[in-house]
C-alpha cells in the first residue's frame, strides 16, 4: 500500500509541475484531455489512480509522451 500512495503522491506532484510549468489551470487542462476537472484535482489530490487510457488523454492534453509523464526521476 505504502508504494501505491508513493505512486500517486509522485504522479500528483508531476501533474501539478506540468501545468505549472504550461501556466494552464486544472479546468484548461481538463478541457484540452477531454476529462473532467474532477478527474484531474482528484488525481492532484492523490485520490485517485488513474486508468492508463486517462493518463494518456492527460499526456496529450499537456503536450508529452505518455512516458514522460509517468518518469519521476
Keep these: 500500500m505504502d508504494n501505491q500512495n508513493n505512486l500517486r503522491s509522485k504522479l500528483a506532484a508531476k501533474l501539478r509541475t506540468e501545468r505549472a510549468k504550461r501556466n494552464i489551470s486544472q479546468e484548461k487542462l481538463a478541457a484540452l484531455s477531454d476529462v473532467s476537472l474532477l478527474t484531474v484535482g482528484t488525481i492532484e489530490r492523490e485520490s485517485n489512480s488513474p486508468s492508463l487510457e486517462t493518463l494518456a488523454k492527460i499526456a496529450d492534453g499537456?503536450?508529452?509522451?505518455?512516458?514522460?509523464l509517468l518518469n519521476f526521476d
Design 62 to 68: 499537456l503536450g508529452v509522451k505518455l512516458c514522460d
